[in-house]
C-alpha cells in the first residue's frame, strides 16, 4: 500500500521513518553529528553539485531532519520540507526563494504578534515590503497586489478572534494574480486544516506549538506543494527559474522540477542564513507528531467545552472561539476546519484590566506564560503582558484590550481545566467587586 494514501494517524507515525539501516534500530535515532564521510572525491563533488542527494553538513540536511520533514510534508499532502530553528526562521526561509529588494509580500494583519513586528520592521533590512490588509474580505488581498507583489501570506486560524480566513476564495486570487499564497497553519495543524488542498502553494509552522505539542522545543517547517510553476513567471522568480551561477548555472525549476523550492530552501537558504533545526529538537518534534491526531482531538473537546461554559459564565463578558455557534467564523471553521476550531482563543473578564491581571493571578492549573500549544493550559493577559507597551487604542486595534484573556487549553481532564477558571474568575469578581466598594465609601 502506498503510504500516501494511508491514513492521516498512520502517516503521523510511519511517513518519512524505516529502521534505521545501520543498526536495526526502531526508533528513529538522534544523528547527532555536525557531518558526513564521503566516499571518495567524486562522491564529494557530486553532493557539492547537488548531482546526487545524500548528507554533506548538518546546516543544510541531516537525517533525523530530514525524517521530520518527510514526516510534515506527507501530512501536509506536500512534496517536500524544509526544518527550520523556529516558526520565525520559516518564514524568512519561505519568502527568501521569492523576494529581492523593493518587493513586496501582501500580509493579513491577523497574524502572531513576533509575525508582525518581523515583517513590519526587520523585513525593511533586507529592503522587503510588508502590506498589511485585513483578511476577513479576501477582495482586500487583491487589491493590494502589485507588480512588486511577490507573494501573499496570511494564517488561517488568527487568533485573537478566533478569526478563520476563507483560504478557497484567497488562493484563486494568488493564483489570478500569479503569486504563491503562504499560509501559516500552526494553530490549525495538518490535523484540522490542510492549506495545500485548498488551493494555497507553500504551508509554514511554528512546530514549537501543536506538532511538538509538549512545551519542549523551538522549531520550525516549509513546506512546498510542488505546484507552483515558477518557470512560468520566470522573470519574478529568478532565484527560482535562473541559472544559479554558484551551482555551475543549474535553474532549480528546471533540474530539480516540483522539488526546486524545496532544494533552493536547503542549498541556498539554510545554506546561507543558517536557521537549521537541531537534530535533537527535530526527534523530539517527532516524538510529538507521533500523537498529534490523538491530541488535537483532545485539545479541541475541551476548547469547545471551555468556550461554551465560558459562555455562560457570569464573570465573562463575551467569548470569541471560531467552534461557538455564535461565532462569525464559524461557518468558515465548519467548512476548512471541520474536526474542531483548535485550542487557542480568547475572552473578555467583566471588571477590565484589573480584573485581567486578577484572573492569571489566581489561576492554580493553568501557567501563566506567553505560549501555547501546550498539553498544559496556558494563559496570558496580553494587556499587561505582550501588548504592553502599545496604547489603548492601540491595545483595542489590536484586539488585546484591557479586559481581553487569552486561552490555551491543555489536554488534562476538561472537569480541572473549568474548576481552575471558575475559581479564578470568582476571586477576581470577588476582588474588583471589593474595590469598587472601597472607592464608594
Ligand atoms: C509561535 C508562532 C510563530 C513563531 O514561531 P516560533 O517558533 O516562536 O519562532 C509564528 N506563527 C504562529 C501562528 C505562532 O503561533
Given at each position: 500500500?502506498?503510504?500516501?494514501?494511508?491514513?492521516?494517524?498512520?502517516?503521523?507515525?510511519?511517513?518519512?521513518?524505516?529502521?534505521?539501516?545501520?543498526?536495526?534500530?526502531?526508533?528513529?535515532?538522534i544523528?547527532?553529528?555536525?557531518?558526513?564521510?564521503?566516499?571518495?572525491?567524486?562522491?564529494?563533488?557530486?553532493?557539492?553539485?547537488?548531482?546526487?542527494?545524500?548528507?554533506?553538513?548538518?546546516r543544510?540536511?541531516?537525517?533525523?531532519?530530514?525524517?521530520?520533514?518527510?514526516?510534515?510534508?506527507?501530512?501536509?499532502?506536500?512534496?517536500?520540507?524544509t526544518?527550520?530553528?523556529?516558526?520565525?526562521?520559516?518564514?524568512?526561509?519561505?519568502?527568501?526563494?521569492?523576494?529581492?529588494?523593493?518587493?513586496?509580500?501582501?500580509?493579513?494583519?491577523?497574524?502572531?504578534?513576533?509575525?508582525?513586528?518581523?515583517?513590519?520592521?526587520?523585513?525593511?533590512k533586507?529592503?522587503?515590503?510588508?502590506?498589511?490588509?485585513?483578511?476577513?474580505?479576501?477582495?482586500?488581498?487583491?487589491?493590494?497586489?502589485?507588480?512588486?507583489?511577490?507573494?501573499?501570506?496570511?494564517?488561517?486560524?488568527?487568533?485573537?478572534?478566533?478569526?478563520?480566513?476563507?483560504?478557497?476564495?484567497?488562493?484563486?486570487?494568488?493564483?489570478?494574480?500569479?503569486?504563491?499564497?503562504?499560509?501559516?497553519?500552526?494553530?490549525a495543524?495538518?490535523?484540522?486544516?490542510?492549506?495545500?488542498?485548498?488551493?494555497?502553494?507553500?504551508?509554514?509552522?511554528?512546530?514549537?506549538?501543536?506538532?511538538?505539542?509538549?512545551?519542549?522545543?523551538?522549531?520550525?517547517a516549509?513546506?512546498?506543494?510542488?505546484?507552483?510553476?515558477?518557470?512560468?513567471?520566470?522573470?519574478k522568480?529568478?532565484?527560482?527559474?535562473?541559472?544559479?551561477?554558484?551551482?555551475?548555472?543549474?535553474?532549480?525549476?528546471?533540474?530539480?522540477?516540483?522539488?526546486?523550492?524545496?532544494?533552493?530552501?536547503?542549498?541556498?537558504?539554510?545554506?546561507?542564513?543558517?536557521?537549521?533545526?537541531?537534530?535533537?529538537?527535530?526527534?523530539?518534534?517527532?516524538?510529538?507528531?507521533?500523537?498529534?491526531?490523538?491530541?488535537?482531538?483532545?485539545?479541541?473537546?475541551?476548547?469547545?467545552?471551555?468556550?461554551?461554559?465560558?459562555?455562560?459564565?457570569?464573570?465573562?463578558?463575551?467569548?470569541?472561539?471560531?467552534g461557538?455557534?455564535?461565532?462569525?467564523?464559524?461557518?468558515?471553521?465548519?467548512?476548512?476546519?471541520?474536526?474542531?476550531?483548535?485550542?487557542?482563543?480568547?475572552?473578555?473578564?467583566?471588571?477590565?484590566?484589573?480584573?485581567?491581571?486578577?484572573?492569571?493571578?489566581?489561576?492554580?492549573?493553568?501557567?501563566?506564560?506567553?505560549?501555547?500549544?501546550?498539553?498544559?493550559?496556558?494563559?496570558?493577559?496580553?494587556?499587561?503582558?505582550?501588548?504592553?507597551?502599545?496604547?489603548?487604542?492601540?491595545?483595542?486595534?489590536?484586539?488585546?484590550?484591557?479586559?481581553?484573556?487569552?486561552?490555551?487549553?491543555?489536554?488534562e481532564?476538561?472537569?480541572?481545566?473549568?474548576?481552575?477558571?471558575?475559581?479564578?474568575?470568582?476571586?477576581?469578581?470577588?476582588?474588583?467587586?471589593?474595590?469598587?466598594?472601597?472607592?464608594?465609601?
Amino acid at each position: 500500500m502506498a503510504e500516501n494514501k494511508m491514513g492521516f494517524e498512520t502517516r503521523s507515525i510511519h511517513a518519512g521513518a524505516a529502521p534505521d539501516p545501520a543498526t536495526g534500530a526502531r526508533s528513529t535515532p538522534i544523528y547527532q553529528t555536525t557531518s558526513f564521510v564521503f566516499d571518495d572525491a567524486d562522491h564529494a563533488a557530486s553532493l557539492f553539485n547537488l548531482q546526487r542527494p545524500g548528507f554533506i553538513y548538518s546546516r543544510l540536511a541531516n537525517p533525523t531532519v530530514a525524517v521530520l520533514e518527510e514526516r510534515l510534508a506527507s501530512l501536509e499532502n506536500g512534496i517536500g520540507a524544509t526544518a527550520t530553528s523556529s516558526g520565525h526562521a520559516a518564514q524568512i526561509v519561505a519568502l527568501f526563494p521569492l523576494m529581492s529588494p523593493g518587493m513586496e509580500v501582501v500580509v493579513a494583519n491577523k497574524l502572531y504578534g513576533g509575525s508582525i513586528n518581523q515583517m513590519r520592521h526587520s523585513y525593511k533590512k533586507f529592503g522587503w515590503n510588508a502590506n498589511f490588509v485585513d483578511p476577513v474580505k479576501p477582495e482586500n488581498f487583491s487589491k493590494a497586489i502589485t507588480d512588486k507583489t511577490r507573494a501573499i501570506f496570511l494564517e488561517n486560524l488568527a487568533n485573537p478572534g478566533g478569526i478563520v480566513v476563507d483560504l478557497e476564495a484567497v488562493a484563486k486570487i494568488a493564483k489570478r494574480a500569479g503569486v504563491p499564497l503562504i499560509v501559516d497553519n500552526t494553530m490549525a495543524t495538518p490535523y484540522l486544516c490542510r492549506p495545500l488542498d485548498w488551493g494555497a502553494d507553500i504551508v509554514v509552522h511554528s512546530t514549537t506549538k501543536f506538532i511538538s505539542g509538549n512545551g519542549s522545543s523551538i522549531g520550525g517547517a516549509v513546506i512546498d506543494s510542488g505546484k507552483f510553476d515558477w518557470l512560468k513567471y520566470k522573470s519574478k522568480y529568478p532565484s527560482l527559474a535562473s541559472p544559479a551561477p554558484e551551482y555551475h548555472g543549474l535553474t532549480f525549476a528546471e533540474t530539480f522540477g516540483p522539488l526546486g523550492y524545496t532544494v533552493y530552501g536547503h542549498a541556498v537558504g539554510l545554506r546561507d542564513l543558517g536557521p537549521c533545526q537541531s537534530p535533537m529538537n527535530a526527534w523530539i518534534t517527532l516524538q510529538g507528531v507521533e500523537t498529534l491526531a490523538l491530541r488535537m482531538e483532545r485539545h479541541c473537546s475541551n476548547s469547545l467545552r471551555v468556550a461554551q461554559w465560558l459562555e455562560k459564565h457570569p464573570a465573562v463578558a463575551w467569548v470569541s472561539y471560531a467552534g461557538l455557534a455564535s461565532s462569525p467564523f464559524n461557518k468558515l471553521m465548519k467548512k476548512y476546519m471541520p474536526k474542531g476550531g483548535g485550542a487557542v482563543f480568547t475572552f473578555g473578564v467583566k471588571g477590565g484590566y484589573a480584573a485581567g491581571v486578577k484572573v492569571v493571578e489566581a489561576v492554580e492549573l493553568f501557567s501563566h506564560l506567553a505560549n501555547i500549544g501546550d498539553t498544559r493550559s496556558l494563559i496570558i493577559h496580553p494587556a499587561s503582558t505582550t501588548h504592553r507597551q502599545l496604547t489603548p487604542e492601540q491595545l483595542v486595534a489590536a484586539g488585546a484590550g484591557p479586559d481581553v484573556i487569552r486561552l490555551s487549553i491543555g489536554i488534562e481532564s476538561v472537569e480541572d481545566i473549568i474548576g481552575d477558571l471558575d475559581q479564578a474568575l470568582r476571586k477576581a469578581a470577588g476582588a474588583t467587586k471589593a474595590k469598587s466598594k472601597s472607592k464608594a465609601k
